[in-house]
Every structure is written in structure tokens, then in C-alpha cells.
């Protein structure tokens, strides 16, 4: 699914982000008590449930540096944009990020979809081109990525950004900075990390 909005402080007409149309989803306490190796399988759950850096864990993985393509940079004033309900921990007015995760062969391996205080967005993003976590590693900001939801579904837009064909894993999450939500940010991953992580499901026992 495709979320579109009409944004009533911006003088931009932002473009859509792209959400997942779920077939399942699951809350903090099943992120908590973690998935049956079944339906996702350990190497998928350190991935999508843990609390490190999915960027850093690309680099390992691909033994390629993780690069960012930014493909928009919306305000969004108040509007809730359709988002997590979560957003509203972020306090407004927002900005709107979305960027595509790459290797540095070019290949896509998730999307991301974030919301920022606008006022205070510069501050963490220095270098908008790169990934988050190297922008604010850069300035030593301590951090705790807060895993709120997960979600298996479709999303058409996605397909064709990776050429894979869905349903596809994602998750949103918080980060919280010195006690205080610094930004809400929504998660995709692509199929074609199955190349390193191996199948997204493990036989039962």
C-alpha cells in the first residue's frame, strides 16, 4: 500500500512513501519473546528484532559499504502523514526522509522511511547522503532503537524498486536520544538478502 497526503505547512508537495500491506503483523510483545523459527527464521530475527545498526549489519554482510539514496526530504507540518501511530512521540512540526539502502555495487537491500522534528533535523543530519547511523555515530550520539512493530506483506512499489517479488519483511522502530523520541523510523528489507542470510523460514523440528 501507498500512502498519499496533502500536507497543510509545506510549500513542497511531498512525494508518496511506501508502506507494506500486511498479511501478518505483530506488536512489542511478540518482538519481545521473538518469532517460532518456523515463520522467520533466527538469522531473519537478529535482523528485523534486534536493536543494531541494520546498515552496519548490511556492510558485514555484503563485505560492501552501505550507501544511501535519498529520494525525498518532505515537510509534512503536523499531518500524521499515515504513518506508525507512533509519530506522534516525534514532535512537530515534522520532516519526512526516505531513502533506498544499497551496497556500493548499486544493488537495493531495503527502504527506509523516517520522521524528524523539522527544527532539529540538521543537527543530526549533517551529511543527509548518509545512512543515519553513520551521521549520528559522527557526532557520538548514544541512541536506543526502540523495535515496536513488525510486519510481513506487499507492497507493489517495492517489487519493482528491487525487482523481487513480495510479501516482504519490515519493522518501525523509535530512537531515543537522551531520554527523548529523536525519530520514528519505518523499515523494508529486501528478499535478495536471502543470498547471505539464507531462507526467511526454517523447517520445524
Given at each position: 500500500?501507498?500512502v498519499?497526503?496533502?500536507?497543510?505547512?509545506?510549500?513542497?508537495?511531498?512525494?508518496?512513501?511506501?508502506?507494506?500491506?500486511?498479511?501478518?503483523?505483530g506488536?512489542?510483545?511478540?518482538?519481545?519473546q521473538?518469532?517460532?523459527?518456523?515463520?522467520?527464521?533466527?538469522?531473519?530475527?537478529?535482523?528485523?528484532?534486534?536493536?543494531?545498526?541494520?546498515?552496519?549489519?548490511?556492510?558485514?554482510?555484503?563485505?560492501?559499504?552501505?550507501?544511501?539514496?535519498?529520494?525525498?526530504m518532505?515537510?509534512?507540518?503536523?499531518?500524521?502523514?499515515?504513518?506508525?501511530?507512533?509519530?506522534?512521540?516525534?514532535?512537530?512540526?515534522?520532516l519526512r526522509?526516505q531513502?533506498?539502502?544499497?551496497?556500493?555495487?548499486?544493488?537495493?537491500?531495503?527502504?527506509?522511511?523516517?520522521?524528524?522534528?523539522?527544527?532539529?533535523?540538521?543537527?543530526?543530519?549533517?551529511?543527509?547522503?548518509?545512512?543515519?547511523?553513520?551521521?549520528?555515530?559522527?557526532?557520538r550520539?548514544?541512541?536506543?532503537?526502540d523495535?515496536?512493530?513488525?510486519?510481513?506483506?506487499?507492497?507493489?512499489?517495492?517489487?519493482?524498486?528491487?525487482?523481487?517479488?513480495?510479501?516482504?519483511?519490515?519493522?518501525?522502530?523509535?530512537?531515543?536520544h537522551?531520554?527523548?523520541?529523536?525519530?520514528l523510523?519505518?523499515e523494508?528489507f529486501?528478499?535478495?538478502?536471502?543470498k547471505?542470510?539464507?531462507?526467511?523460514?526454517?523447517?520445524?523440528?
Open positions: 500500500m501507498t498519499t497526503f496533502t500536507p497543510k505547512d509545506s510549500l513542497t508537495t511531498p512525494i508518496e512513501w511506501h508502506c507494506l500491506t500486511p498479511i501478518w503483523q506488536g512489542e510483545e511478540i518482538i519481545q521473538g518469532l517460532p523459527h518456523s515463520q522467520l527464521a533466527p538469522a531473519w530475527q537478529l535482523l528485523l528484532l534486534g536493536d543494531g545498526s541494520p546498515t552496519r549489519h548490511l556492510q558485514l554482510l555484503t563485505r560492501e559499504p552501505t550507501e544511501v539514496d535519498v529520494i525525498d518532505s515537510l509534512i507540518g503536523m499531518d500524521l502523514d499515515g504513518a506508525p501511530q507512533l509519530i506522534e512521540a516525534v514532535p512537530g512540526p515534522r526522509r531513502v533506498w539502502l544499497r551496497n556500493s555495487s548499486g544493488k537495493r537491500l531495503g527502504y527506509a522511511s523516517s520522521w524528524w522534528e523539522a527544527s532539529h533535523v540538521d543537527e543530526y543530519l549533517q551529511n543527509r547522503s548518509l545512512p543515519i547511523w553513520a551521521s549520528l555515530a559522527r557526532i550520539t548514544e541512541l536506543y532503537r523495535v515496536q512493530g513488525i510486519y510481513y506483506g506487499y507492497c507493489q512499489a517495492l517489487e519493482s524498486a528491487f525487482g523481487e517479488t513480495g510479501p516482504f519483511w519490515g519493522r518501525h522502530y523509535l530512537f531515543w537522551d531520554g527523548q523520541p529523536l525519530t523510523i519505518y523494508v529486501s528478499p535478495y538478502l536471502t547471505y542470510l539464507g531462507s526467511t523460514t526454517l523447517e520445524s523440528q
